[in-house]
């Protein structure tokens, strides 16, 4: 008898198709992964490229409280797989819609297998960047994309300047290294630009900062606000770099 | 066409590159929990075998009941997705592990459970040449 996950390969060929794959990582949690993720594939969209953005965060998913969508009202439309709903100009999946966000506690094995069969099933046609949001830790959504797909996807590290954030995240540096990916992003939120001498080495490029924002829960909630967020310049920077890297 | 197509790309896509090309038989288990359209997947496998150039014999399609077992009280039970409304059954079609979102141990209520077996399409046995 053979027990197989047959969907491996598909999912990487569904993802060598997109131009650039980013998948936005940290180990700690809190540090702005989710919000982060969701803007600049937002941002990334509005302004004229083709951009999509997957919530793989399946047992606490929250880009669509990010983007003001509510998950009930998500429709995915069907042909030979599933397309991506749109937000925007944005080209949107998260699991909260499967679930209508109820709460959805999931074992390790079952998580990896909800990453390939959503991921296997996706329209990803025509993309040029895809975001991909994932939960805090190292566990099994990391462990799938870092040792499965590690060599279809770029990573963005995400710290604030909190040393226990730092800390935590060289140790995922460290692990993305020993895994064979080679050019690992990284951008500093809630931070002002210290960040980027400390992690000055090589394969690590600094893409930018995020200031601190007391006011930052009125850029998030709906479109307007996400439109309207007085630090948007600081993600477009950071879209900008991702955009003219090779 | 539904979403069977994209099951069926993944399988003929995996099945191709180690098999090879000449599959003799394809044996597919087919987990009740997906209500996966069988007749469909079977247009899909047959489809796509010519479009990516694979000489398929037989095809197999077996139903694989949907058992669960709470990791709480150790209750096992069988799950007819036949029970859910369309749309919740339409979820677990696309996403199997949604059915956590939905189920409880009818036992003890709770959503710690595994799902022994019946989850959606397995490759069951491939038999080359």
Redo the contacts between chains.
Sequence with gaps: MVRLDFRILHVKDKLMAVKKTYVVLSSKGGVGKSTLSSLLAFYAAERGASAGLVDLDFTNPSTHIVLGVDPREVRYVEEKGIFPALVGKLRYVTPAAFTRDSPLPLRGENVSRALFELISILRLDGLDYLFIDTPPGMSDEHMDIVYRLGEVVKPVVVTTPSPLSVSSVRKMISLLRESGLREIFLVENMGGGGLADVFKEPGITYLGYVPFYPGFDNCIGSLENVRRCPLRSFFESIVDKLVSEG | ???E???A???L???A?VYGPRIKTLKLRVGVLQSIDKEVLLFSIRELAGLYNVSLGDVVLEDEEAVFKC?RCGYEWSFNPGDLGEEVRE??H?????V???TRCPRCGS??F??VKG????????VPG
């Design positions: 066409m539904v979403h197509w994209s099951l790309e993944a399988l896509r995996y099945v590159s990791n979820s677990i696309f996403l199997p592990e949604a956590f979102a939905y959503r710690d595994k799902v989850r959606g399409l397995e490759v069951a046995e491939v």
